[in-house]
T-cell receptor, first 111, second 114 residues
C-alpha cells in the first residue's frame, strides 16, 4: 500500500514537444505529491508539488495533473528543452510518513 | 544544495570497514532523512529522524546505523554488515511545521567499497 508506480522508465521527446510522466499510488492517506528533478551526480531538486484539494497546478512550463478518484497524478513539461533532460521522480507522503518515491523516469529532449 | 552539507562528495573504503557519512543542516529543520540511490531503483529510505535523540528505521535499515544528538546533524554509519554498500547516499531535511513538510535534498555522497 506504500508503493508509488511511475511510468515510463525512459522518455525521448523532441525539442518543443510535451513530456508526460505518470504516477499511481495506493495509499489514500497520502496528501502531498511532489515531483523532483535530478541531474547526474546531483541531489534531487524539488520541482513542483500538489495537494489533493486541487486537480491541477502550473508553474511555468511544468504542470501537475491530479486525479484523486483514480489515485493518479502526472507531470507535463510543455515546450520541452534540452536543458530539461534529467531524471524525474514522483513521490507521495503525508505528515507522518516520509516520502515514498517512484523509480524514476529518464527524460531525453533531443533537438 | 537544499541547505544541507554532505561530506565528502566521494568516499572510498575497503570491504569490512565501517564508514560514516556526514550530513549537516543550518536551517533549524525538525526532520532529517537518509536515502540510498542505486541505478534504476529510485530512492529508498534508510533512516529518518523527526526530533533529536529519536529516529526510525526506513525500508532498508539493515547494515546501517544513525544518531541524532544535535538538531543540525544526522550522520549515517555504513557498517561491515551491509552486504552491498556501494551506492549514492542522499540526506534530506524537512521543516514539519503545520502543513509544510516538503523535503529538500543535499548534494549526496558517492560511496565505493572494494
Amino acid at each position: 500500500q506504500q508503493q508509488v508506480k511511475q511510468s515510463p522508465q525512459s522518455l525521448i521527446v523532441q525539442k518543443g514537444g510535451i513530456s508526460i510522466i505518470n504516477c499511481a499510488y495506493e495509499n489514500t492517506a497520502f496528501d502531498y505529491f511532489p515531483w523532483y528533478q535530478q541531474f547526474p551526480g546531483k541531489g534531487p531538486a524539488l520541482l513542483i508539488a500538489i495537494r489533493p484539494d486541487v486537480s491541477e497546478k502550473k508553474e511555468g512550463r511544468f504542470t501537475i495533473s491530479f486525479n484523486k478518484s483514480a489515485k493518479q497524478f502526472s507531470l507535463h513539461i510543455m515546450d520541452s528543452q534540452p536543458g530539461d533532460s534529467a531524471t524525474y521522480f514522483c513521490a507521495a507522503s503525508n505528515r507522518n510518513t516520509p516520502l515514498v518515491f517512484g523509480k524514476g523516469t529518464r527524460l531525453s529532449v533531443i533537438a | 544544495d537544499g541547505g544541507i552539507t554532505q561530506s565528502p562528495k566521494y568516499l572510498f573504503r575497503k570491504e569490512g570497514q565501517n564508514v560514516t557519512l556526514s550530513c549537516e543542516q543550518n536551517l533549524n529543520h525538525d526532520a532529517m532523512y537518509w536515502y540510498r540511490q542505486d541505478p534504476g531503483q529510485g530512492l529508498r529510505l534508510i533512516y529518518y529522524s523527526q526530533i533529536v535523540n529519536d529516529f526510525q528505521k526506513g525500508d532498508i535499515a539493515e547494515g546501517y546505523s544513525v544518531s541524532r544528538e544535535k538538531k543540525e546533524s544526522f550522520p549515517l554509519t555504513v557498517t561491515s554488515a551491509q552486504k552491498n554498500p556501494t551506492a549514492f547516499y542522499l540526506c534530506a531535511r524537512s521543516l514539519l511545521a503545520g502543513s509544510s513538510y516538503e523535503q529538500y535534498f543535499g548534494p549526496g555522497t558517492r560511496l565505493t567499497v572494494t
